[in-house]
C-alpha cells in the first residue's frame, strides 16, 4: 500500500503511478529552496533535490538531518524501482488535474 504523505493527505492506493500522479495533481507545485525550480510535489520534488543538488545543499536549505534523508532516498529509490516514471508522466499530462487539496 503507498500513501501520500504530503500535509496530511490521507490518500492511500496499491499502485505507486496512480499516487504519483496524484501528488502532482492533487497537492500542486513545489518551489525547490535550492535553486527555485517549480516541480511538482512529493516524489518528483525529492527525485529533483537530490538528483540536482548535494546532500549537504538539502541539509542547508530544508529543515532536514541526515535521517530525513535517508528516507526519502529509500522512499524514492522503491519508487523508481515500481513505477515507470515516463507513463506518470504522461498520465500527469494528459489527464484533467484534480481539485488542489
Given at each position: ?14 499502485d ?66 515500481q ?19
Open positions: 500500500m503507498w500513501e501520500c504523505a504530503i500535509d496530511g493527505c490521507e490518500y492511500a492506493t496499491d505507486v503511478e496512480d499516487l504519483l500522479v496524484h501528488q502532482a495533481e492533487a497537492h500542486g507545485q513545489h518551489t525547490c529552496k535550492v535553486c527555485g525550480t517549480t516541480v511538482p510535489d512529493g516524489f518528483f520534488a525529492i527525485r529533483h533535490a537530490f538528483t540536482e543538488h548535494s546532500r549537504a545543499e538539502y541539509l542547508r536549505n530544508y529543515e532536514a538531518d541526515t535521517d530525513d534523508i535517508r528516507h526519502r532516498e529509500k522512499v524514492a529509490k522503491e519508487i523508481q524501482k513505477a515507470d516514471i515516463e507513463r506518470v508522466v504522461d498520465r500527469i499530462k494528459s489527464e484533467p488535474a484534480e481539485p488542489q487539496a
